[in-house]
Each structure stands twice: as structure tokens, then as C-alpha cells.
């Protein structure tokens, strides 16, 4: 994983190097620092400026509290690139609600699987290429298709649009289907009126109260997957198209 400059926070050095090893052989991180406290791990920020990922127990000795290491990155000339991924033996919702309040990027609860690890990394990089990507409004009335399987296939209006992935408006998804985190199949119209098809993943469904036309009350927000070479060329020349001149950033 290009310019992924890791830091594990651990009083367990076999935590560590279990970590140690998923990022190196799973993710291909290219340089892997070790603490064993939040006080240790201070320090190591203070001469590694690079670092733009950071996971660290909860449980720890010493006078800084890994919550105290999370407010110093925020500080830091790495703060809007920077993860911090808290992980901790304690299951009690209270201490994952705590987490989350204080800002962490996620939140990881101990013992747990490579994959799980694997899986919530990938998961931020895919929202932070998703938060970067310059996303383009539909200048122009724009009718899409989005299909679950061959019986459910539902009508929308495309609210806006990016490399990797777009919003929209339909009526006929509803926030309580259970469709979040589903793949999906988005059918697009290209100028000449050929559709292709991009598959998605299904990352937000959200019901507008304040929307005053009943058949686009609920958006949903997709991430396209598996955007080959070929679907890409369609895939820019399709937004070129909805957008007109009109872009603004995600």
C-alpha cells in the first residue's frame, strides 16, 4: 500500500508483531514503527512526521492515554491524513460509543481476525478516495436504472456523480430494506443513448423528510467497484456529459 507509514501502540509485543505482520504480508505497508505506550509512542511521532496511520490498545500504562496521542495527531501536520484505529479487549458498547465520540477512525475490539483488520483498512482508504474524488452535479435530467438481482430493479434520478461512485433519488428504496452494504448494478446512459453497466456497493440509503416530490424522497449513495480500463473511459466520457460545466468538489 503506496506511502502507508504505520505506527502499533501495544504493552504486547506479540500484538504487535501480529499486527506487524498483517500490515506487511496483507497490505503491503511500507514502513512499520512499534510503541509499547502512548508515552513511547509520543516520542516516536515527534521524529517520524510521516506517520498517516496509527493503531493503538486502549489498555496501556504510562502518563499519556492513547486518547492524549490522538489529540496530539490531530495537532500535527498529518491531522486530515491521518487514521487512528483504537482497538481494545473491553466488548462493552459504552467503551465503542466513547471511541466514536472522541473521533477515532474506527474501532477494533481484541482478539480479532487478519481479515478484520484488512477489511477496516480497506474500508478507510475506500472512504478517503471516495471524500477526495471530485464529484460533478447532474446538470442535466438524468434517469438511471440500479438492479439488486433479475426481480428488483428500481428507477432513479442522478443527483450527482464521481470517478468512484455518484448519489441518487429514487422513491423505491426504502432505508429500512436492508440493502446497505449490498452490490448492486448501476445501468447508465451514455450520450448516444448505449447503457453499461457499473457495479456497486451500496454505502448509504436515506429517507428526506424536506423532500417535496414523492418519487425521489430517499437518496442513496454508492461506491462503484471493479471500474475496468474500458468501463472508465465510459465512465468519464458518461459524467463529461451529465455534468456540463458545472462540477464542485466531494
Known amino acids: 500500500m503506496l506511502q502507508s507509514n504505520a505506527l502499533v501502540v501495544d504493552t504486547s509485543i506479540f500484538m504487535r ?11 503491503e505497508f511500507n514502513k512499520i514503527h512499534e510503541a509499547e505506550d502512548a508515552d513511547d509512542a509520543f516520542q516516536v511521532l515527534k ?22 496521542l490522538m489529540e496530539t495527531t490531530r495537532n500535527g501536520p498529518n491531522s486530515t491524513r491521518t487514521r487512528f484505529i483504537l482497538m481494545s479487549s473491553n466488548e462493552e458498547l459504552v467503551t ?3 471511541a466514536i465520540r472522541e473521533g477515532v477512525s474506527d474501532y477494533l475490539c481484541k482478539p480479532f ?15 478517503a478516495k471516495r471524500r477526495d474524488a471530485e464529484r460533478f452535479k447532474a446538470a442535466l435530467s438524468c434517469e438511471i436504472n440500479i438492479g439488486f438481482d ?40 451514455l450520450k448516444n443513448g448505449s447503457p453499461f453497466d457499473v457495479q456497486a456497493k451500496i454505502k448509504r440509503v436515506e ?30 466520457a458518461f ?9 464542485h468538489n466531494s
Request: net charge negative; proline share 5%; glycine share 6%.
Open 17 to 27: 508483531g501480529y499486527i506487524r505482520e498483517i500490515l506487511q504480508q496483507e497490505l
Open 239 to 247: 459524467i463529461c456529459h451529465v455534468s456540463g460545466a458545472e462540477r
Open 207 to 236: 429517507f428526506s423528510e424536506s423532500c417535496t416530490d414523492p418519487l425521489s424522497n430517499t437518496e442513496v449513495a454508492v461506491e462503484f467497484v471493479n471500474v475496468i480500463p474500458s468501463l472508465k473511459e465510459k465512465l468519464e
Open 150 to 189: 433479475s426481480f428488483h430493479h428500481y428507477g432513479a434520478k442522478l443527483a450527482d456523480i464521481s470517478m468512484t461512485g455518484c448519489r441518487i433519488k429514487t422513491s423505491q428504496v426504502k432505508p429500512d430494506s436492508g440493502y446497505v452494504d449490498d452490490y448492486a448494478t448501476v445501468t447508465l446512459l
Open 96 to 98: 465503542r460509543e466513547i
Open 47 to 68: 521524529s517520524e512526521r510521516a506517520i498517516n496511520w496509527i493503531f493503538s490498545s486502549l489498555e496501556m500504562p504510562g502518563l499519556l492515554s492513547p486518547l492524549d
Open 113 to 127: 481476525a487478519p481479515d478484520q483488520l484488512v477489511s477496516t483498512v480497506h474500508r478507510l482508504v475506500g472512504l
